[in-house]
C-alpha cells in the first residue's frame, strides 16, 4: 500500500437525544458551550488535530442525531468507525438503559472485524446539573455496566463546566489509533482499469 | 410482490457493490498517483472514481453509502491540496485546472474540494468562492445527485463561513455573506427535493409511495442547512429575527409542498434555541395557518409547545419572559386560526392541538386557571354544533383535555372553577361522559376533598349528569349492567359524604340542592342516592339541636324533618317499601330527641302505614316488628294517648305474624314496650305481664300445632326464651313478675323438658344449662339480688 501514514481516526458519538454529545465534541473541538439546547440533524463531524505520544493525528468527530426522525439516510457514516462515543445523561435513567441499544445498534451496523475488543468509552455527561444533586445514576453502577461490556473506559464528564472533557477524548483517540488495523489492501484485478469499466447508466448528462 | 421486494434489495446491493468497486479501485490509482505526486493523473483518476455518483439506480440510502466511500477517498486529494498549495502552486490556477474534467458531476466535486483549500488559502476572499461554488452547482438538477453535490458543499464549507468571529471574517465576508450562502443553497436543495414529487405519475399509488419514500430518506440533506444557519455564531436573535426565520419560512411556505413544510417546520422548531422561538412566536406561528392543508400541523405546533414548556420547566426565571411575550395568547390564538384555516383538518388533530395547549399552560402557568378555562372554552368553541363526539380518537383527546387538570390540581374544587369543563364534558357521548364522571368522583374519595359551597356543589353535579339522571343520550337504565350500575350508584351515594360545611344553613342548601338532582334520578336511581341523603339530614339535625336558638328564617329541625319526610315519601313511592319503613324509624327516633312529638308521631304512622300496605312477606314482617318495637321502647317523647296508639298497634301486629314462633317471639318483645328504662318511661308492669302470658299462650300453641302435625313438641326454645324474658324483668324490679311466676315457669319448662316427646337440641339445652346457672349464681351472690332469688327453687 501507499507510505502515506494513515493517520485520521474516525470516531462515532452516540446517545440518546439531548445528553450532551453535540456540547460535549464543541467542548472539545472549539472550547465553546451553550445552554440552548438545538437538536442535530443527521450526522456531521467536526475534526481535530491531536498529538497521541508522539504522533500527530486527526480526529473525525461524528457527531450524530439522537432523535431516530433525524436519522433519515441511515447509518452508513458508521462503517470505517475507529472508536465509538456512548454519552449519556447522569440526571436521566433511561438515557443509561439505552446505552445497551446504541452499543448493539452500532455493532450491528458497522460490523467492526473484531467487535469483542472493538474500542468504546463511556462517557456520563451533566455531572455539574444541580450540583450533582440530581444525579439518578451512579457512578457505581455506570462503571459496573462499562466493565461488564468487555472494560470500556468510563469516564464522567461536564461539557458545560468543561470538565473531564480533554482526559476523555485523549483516551478515545488513544483508544482509536489502537484499533487502527491494517486497511484492506486493495489490488486491481487489472492493470487495464479502463478495460474493466462497467456500461455506465444511460442517465442524464449531469 | 415480497418476491419482488427481496429481487429489488438484491439488485440494489449488487449496484451498489459495482459502483463500490470501481470507486475502490479508481481511488487505489488516484492515491498511486497522489503518492508520486503526479497531478495530471490524480485528478483523472478521481474524476473517474467521482463518475460513479451519477448513477440514477441507486436508493437515497445506498446512494449514501456510496457518498460516504468518495467522500473518504477525496479527503486525500485535499490533502493532496493543501500541500500542493503549501508548495507554492496558486490554488486559482488548482481552481481553474479541475474545470477540465469532462462531466459536471465530477467536475462539481473536485472543484468544491479544491475550493475548499483555496478558502483555507484565503488567497481569494471566502464569499467569493462561496458564491461561485453555490451558483455553479446549479448545473446538477437530477433531484439526488444535486441533493448530496449540494450537501457536500455544505458539509465541506460548514467551518469556512465567513461568520461573525470566525478566520474567515472581514475580508472573506461578513455573517450577512454566510447566511446568504447557506440560505441560497437550503433554497436551491429544497427545490430539488420538492420538484421529485412531481416527477413520474400522481396516480400510481406503487409509484408515488416509492417516491414519498426516497424523499423522506433524502429530507435530513435538507434541515441540514437549517442546522447550519442555527450554528452561525453571527446569527444572533436581531439577525434570526430580521432575515433568517422569515427567508426561511417564505421558502416553506411558498414551496406548496406537504412533506416538506412538515419537516422543515419540525426542523425550525428543533434546531434553533428556545429564546430565539419565544421572540418570534408571532411570526413562526403566522406561518401555521398558511401551510397545505394535509400537513401535520398538529404534531409542529404541539412540538414546539412541548418545547417551550420543556425550557420553561428547565428555567423557571424564563417564565417572565413567557408573560412578556404574551407566549400563551399568542399560541391559543394560532391554535384558534389554524382550526378555523385548515377546514380539512381531523377533528383529532383539532382537539390534540387544545391538549398540546393545555399541557403548555399546566407545565408553564400552572396557577392561571383562567388559561386553562380558555383552552377547555376554545375546543367547546370549535366542538360546538357538532352534537356528541363518538369518533374514538377524538373521544380520548377529550378525556384527556378533561382528565389532566384533574391529576395537575388534584382538587375537584379547583377544577370546578373551571367554567367550561361541564361544557367540554358534555360533548361526550354517554358512555364517556359517564367514565369521565367516576374519574370526577375517585378523585374526589381518593383525595379527601370536601366540597362545602352549595354553588360547587351544583356546578359538581352538573358534571355528573349522566350518573345522576337519565340523560337524552342513555339508553334505558333497565339496559344498563346492573353491576356497574350498582357499583357507579353507590360512588355518587358516598359523594354526599364529603358533601360537607360547618354552617348548618349552607349544609341544608347543599342537601337540598342534592335532592333536587337526585330527585331527576327516577326510582333505579333513588333507593341508592336516597338513603345517604337521610343520614346527612338526620345529621344535620342533631348539628342543630346542639346550636339551640337560630335566627329568624334560619335552619331549624322542623324544617329539616319536613324535608326528610318529603324525602322518605319519594323512596316509598319507588317503591321501597322496607328501606322507607327503616328511615321512617330512623327520622321518628330523632324527632323523639328533639322533643317533637307530633312529628315523631306522624313518622311512626307512616311507618305503619308501610307495614300495613307494602311489606307482605311474613320474614320482612318479622324484621319490621322488631325494628317497630326496638325503636318505639327508645321513644319517650309520647303523651299516654299517642303512646297507646302506637305500641297497641305494635302489639297488635306482633300477635297476628304467620308463624306462631314468630308471634310468640314479636310478642315477648313487646313487653319491653311497657317498661322503659329512661327517666320518662312508662313502666307498666301488668302489661309486661300480659305480654309475657300472652307470648307463653302463644308458645304453648305452636307446640301443640307441632305435636299436631309432626308429631314432637319440638324444642323448647320459645319457653327457654320467656323464661329469660321474665328474668329480665323480674331483675328490672318489675313487681308483677313474682317468684311464684318463675317458678311456675321453670317448672313447666323442666317437665317439657323430660318428657317423651321433647326433641333434643343442643344449643337450647345449652341455653336452658346457662340460664339456671344464672339463677343459681344470682342466688349465691347474696345482699339484694341473692335475697330476691331467695324463693326460686332449682333442681
Known amino acids: ?206 | 410482490m415480497n418476491e419482488h421486494s427481496i429481487t429489488a434489495t438484491e439488485e440494489q446491493e449488487k449496484w451498489l457493490a459495482d459502483a463500490q468497486n470501481v470507486v475502490k479501485q479508481q481511488s487505489f490509482y488516484m492515491r498511486k498517483a497522489l503518492d508520486s505526486s503526479n497531478l495530471r493523473e490524480a485528478l483523472k483518476y478521481s474524476a473517474q472514481m467521482l463518475v460513479e455518483l451519477r448513477t440514477s439506480k441507486l436508493s437515497p440510502q445506498k446512494y449514501y453509502e456510496l457518498y460516504m466511500q468518495t467522500f473518504d477517498e477525496l479527503r486525500h486529494l485535499e490533502a493532496f491540496f493543501q500541500e500542493e498549495s503549501k508548495r507554492g502552486r496558486s490554488n486559482a490556477d488548482l481552481y481553474e485546472l479541475v474545470q477540465h474534467a469532462g462531466n459536471i458531476l465530477p467536475r462539481l466535486y473536485l472543484l468544491i474540494t479544491v475550493g475548499s483549500v483555496y478558502i483555507r488559502s484565503k488567497e481569494a476572499p471566502a464569499k467569493d468562492i462561496l458564491k461561485d461554488l453555490v451558483e455553479m452547482s446549479r448545473g446538477v438538477q437530477h433531484p439526488i445527485r444535486g441533493l448530496f453535490l449540494r450537501s457536500y458543499l455544505s458539509q465541506i464549507s460548514k467551518d469556512k463561513l465567513p461568520d461573525t468571529g470566525s478566520d474567515y471574517e472581514g475580508e472573506g465576508g461578513t455573517i450577512h455573506d454566510a447566511v446568504e450562502f447557506v440560505l441560497q443553497n437550503f433554497t436551491e436543495m429544497n427545490k430539488l427535493w420538492v420538484r421529485m414529487q412531481h416527477q413520474g405519475s400522481a396516480k400510481d399509488k406503487a409509484d408515488r409511495e416509492k417516491r414519498e419514500k426516497e424523499r423522506s430518506e433524502l429530507r435530513d440533506l435538507v434541515g441540514k442547512n437549517l442546522l447550519v444557519l442555527s450554528q452561525l455564531e453571527g446569527v444572533d436573535l436581531e439577525l434570526y429575527k430580521s432575515t433568517v426565520l422569515p427567508r426561511v419560512l417564505e421558502q416553506v411556505v411558498n414551496c406548496k409542498d406537504e412533506i416538506a413544510q412538515g419537516y422543515l417546520m419540525d426542523c425550525i422548531i428543533q434546531v434553533f434555541p428556545d429564546e430565539y422561538h419565544l421572540q418570534t412566536l408571532e411570526t413562526l406561528l403566522a406561518a401555521c395557518p398558511q401551510l397545505q392543508p394535509k400537513v401535520d400541523i398538529k404534531s409542529t405546533m404541539a412540538g414546539l409547545m412541548e418545547r417551550l414548556a420543556n425550557y420553561a420547566a428547565a428555567n423557571s426565571q424564563v417564565l417572565s419572559v413567557f408573560a412578556e411575550v404574551e407566549a400563551f395568547e399568542k399560541l391559543s390564538t394560532a391554535v384558534a386560526t389554524v382550526v378555523e384555516a385548515q377546514v380539512d383538518m381531523p377533528l383529532v388533530s383539532a382537539v390534540s392541538l387544545h391538549v398540546a395547549l393545555l399541557n403548555f399552560v399546566l407545565r408553564c402557568h400552572a396557577d392561571r386557571l383562567d388559561y386553562v378555562d380558555s383552552v377547555l372554552g376554545s375546543c367547546v368553541k370549535m366542538l360546538a354544533g357538532q352534537g356528541k363526539i363518538r369518533e374514538a380518537k377524538s373521544v380520548k383527546a377529550i378525556v384527556a383535555l378533561l382528565s389532566e387538570p384533574l391529576a395537575q390540581y388534584g382538587d375537584v374544587v379547583t377544577v370546578l372553577q373551571l367554567g367550561h369543563y361541564g361544557q367540554l364534558m358534555a360533548t361526550l357521548e354517554f358512555e364517556t361522559n359517564k367514565v369521565m364522571a367516576v374519574l370526577v368522583i375517585q378523585s374526589i374519595l381518593k383525595n379527601g376533598t370536601r366540597i362545602g359551597d352549595c354553588a360547587r356543589v351544583e356546578a359538581l353535579f352538573q358534571l355528573l349528569q349522566e350518573l345522576i339522571r337519565d340523560g337524552e343520550d342513555a339508553p334505558p337504565v333497565d339496559q344498563l349492567d346492573q353491576e356497574d350500575f350498582a357499583e357507579e350508584q353507590n360512588l355518587v351515594a358516598r359523594l354526599l359524604h364529603v358533601l360537607v360545611n360547618d354552617d348548618p344553613e349552607e349544609q341544608f342548601k347543599i342537601l337540598s340542592a342534592a335532592r333536587k338532582q337526585f330527585g331527576l334520578g327516577g326510582p333505579r336511581r333513588l333507593v341508592f342516592t336516597l338513603p345517604p341523603l337521610v343520614v346527612e339530614s338526620l345529621k344535620l339535625v342533631r348539628r342543630l339541636q346542639a346550636r339551640g336558638e337560630v335566627e329568624e328564617g334560619g335552619v331549624t329541625p322542623k324544617k329539616v324533618f319536613q324535608f326528610l319526610h318529603q324525602t322518605v315519601e319519594a323512596l316509598a313511592n319507588v317503591p321501597a317499601p322496607e328501606l322507607a319503613f327503616r328511615l321512617y324509624l330512623l327520622c321518628a327516633e330523632a324527632a323523639s330527641d328533639c322533643d317533637l312529638e307530633p312529628i315523631a308521631y306522624e313518622f311512626f304512622t307512616q311507618a305503619f302505614i308501610l307495614y300495613e300496605e307494602d311489606i307482605a312477606d311474613s320474614k320482612a314482617q318479622v324484621t319490621a316488628l322488631q325494628l317497630m318495637t326496638g325503636t318505639l321502647q327508645r321513644t319517650v317523647v309520647f303523651g299516654t294517648e299517642n303512646r297507646d296508639t302506637l305500641t297497641h298497634k305494635a302489639t297488635g301486629y306482633s300477635a297476628k305474624l304467620l308463624k306462631k314462633p314468630d308471634q310468640c317471639r314479636a310478642v315477648y318483645n313487646c313487653s319491653h314496650l311497657f317498661w322503659q328504662d329512661q327517666e320518662k318511661g312508662t313502666r307498666d308492669g301488668e302489661r309486661v305481664l300480659l305480654c309475657l302470658k300472652r307470648a307463653l299462650r302463644i308458645a304453648n300453641a305452636a307446640q301443640q300445632q307441632a305435636n299436631a302435625t309432626r308429631g314432637s313438641g319440638g324444642p323448647v326454645t320459645l319457653f327457654v326464651e320467656i323464661l329469660n324474658k321474665y328474668l329480665y324483668h323480674f331483675d328490672k324490679g318489675n313487681q308483677q313478675v313474682t317468684t311464684t311466676v318463675l317458678q311456675g315457669l321453670l317448672e313447666l319448662i323442666s317437665t317439657e323438658v323430660n318428657s317423651e316427646s321433647a326433641v333434643q337440641d343442643p344449643a337450647t339445652e345449652a341455653f336452658y344449662a346457662s340460664t339456671l346457672k344464672h339463677i343459681s349464681f344470682q342466688k349465691q351472690k347474696g345482699g339484694e339480688a341473692g335475697d330476691r332469688y331467695e324463693a326460686i327453687k332449682v333442681q
Open chain 1, 1 to 206: 500500500m501507499s507510505g502515506r501514514k494513515r493517520t485520521l481516526l474516525k470516531v462515532i458519538i452516540l446517545g440518546d437525544s439531548g445528553v450532551g454529545k453535540t456540547s460535549l465534541m464543541n467542548q472539545y473541538v472549539n472550547k465553546k458551550f451553550s445552554n440552548q439546547y438545538k437538536a442535530t440533524i443527521g450526522a456531521d463531524f467536526l475534526t481535530k488535530e491531536v498529538q497521541v505520544d508522539d504522533r500527530l493525528v486527526t480526529m473525525q468527530l461524528w457527531d450524530t442525531a439522537g432523535q431516530e426522525r433525524f436519522q433519515s439516510l441511515g447509518v452508513a457514516f458508521y462503517r470505517g468507525a475507529d472508536c465509538c462515543v456512548l454519552v449519556y445523561d447522569v440526571n436521566v435513567n433511561k438515557t443509561f438503559d439505552n446505552l445497551d441499544n446504541w452499543r448493539e445498534e452500532f455493532l450491528i451496523q458497522a460490523s467492526p472485524s473484531d467487535p469483542e475488543n472493538f474500542p468504546f468509552v463511556v462517557l456520563g455527561n451533566k455531572v455539574d446539573v444541580d450540583g450533582g444533586n440530581s444525579r439518578v445514576v451512579s457512578e457505581k453502577k455506570a462503571k459496573a455496566w462499562s466493565a461488564s461490556k468487555g472494560n470500556i473506559p468510563y469516564f464522567e464528564t461536564s461539557a458545560k463546566e468543561d470538565y473531564n472533557v480533554d482526559a476523555a477524548f485523549q483516551i478515545i483517540a488513544k483508544n482509536a489509533l489502537k484499533n487502527e488495523t491494517e486497511e484492506e489492501i486493495y489490488l486491481p484485478d487489472t492493470i487495464d482499469v479502463n478495460a474493466q469499466r462497467p456500461q455506465k447508466s444511460s442517465g442524464c448528462e449531469c
